[in-house]
């Protein structure tokens, strides 16, 4: 879940997203296996424009993350919960519920 442009940096996700925008961008991998985050790391640190064809972005103000099982989350490196979660865009915060 991202919500502004550059990450741990001047590393970018994705260039459309912005502090100004009341949006979440969402960059959902289906698969995260250790090629998975390779790839997500020479993304990010290449510049490259072109994502992954399995790769999805969505754009959302509310999202529910569920799995079948507990799954930590993690928030700028930390882990806050675990799944299920709501994610909500509230003024200019994400919450998390």
Known sequence: ILRGRHYAG????HKEACLEQDMLHVLALPQARRCDIAGLILFALTGARRMKPHWRLLQTRNLTVTA?????VQVDGDVVATLPLEFEMTGQAVTWK
Not at 68 to 72: K, Q
């Open 10 to 13: 001047p590393w970018s996700l």
């Open 68 to 72: 079948s099982e507990p799954v930590p």
